[in-house]
């Protein structure tokens, strides 16, 4: 073996860990546009189904979303890193 490949052999577990800290990135990147979208949903269509007067019992839908987007959506709150 030359010295280039023990040079790649040494840094293969950095290599490693720094590839799996890029995808964990990525994959962080798209959870949160994920929720923004999903918040953004969920707050937008019961305003507007309102605003349109789709039914009287659409009046109580903003308090249930909003409770179904916390608890379907809270794990990826509070999975995240503070960055």
């Known amino acids: 073996m030359n010295k280039a490949d023990l040079l790649i052999e040494d840094l293969r577990p950095e290599i490693k860990r720094t590839c799996s800290g890029i ?20 707050l937008i269509l019961p305003a507007l189904l309102i605003y349109l007067g789709v039914a009287v ?6 308090l249930v979303l909003a409770a179904a987007a916390f608890l379907v959506l809270s794990p990826v709150l509070f999975n995240g890193r503070a960055s």
Do not use: D, T
Not at 57 to 62: H, K, L, S
């Open 23 to 42: 995808k964990n990135r990525k994959r962080e990147k798209a959870a949160a546009r994920i929720f923004a979208v999903l918040a953004a949903v969920f």
């Open 57 to 62: 019992a659409v009046i109580a839908m903003p």
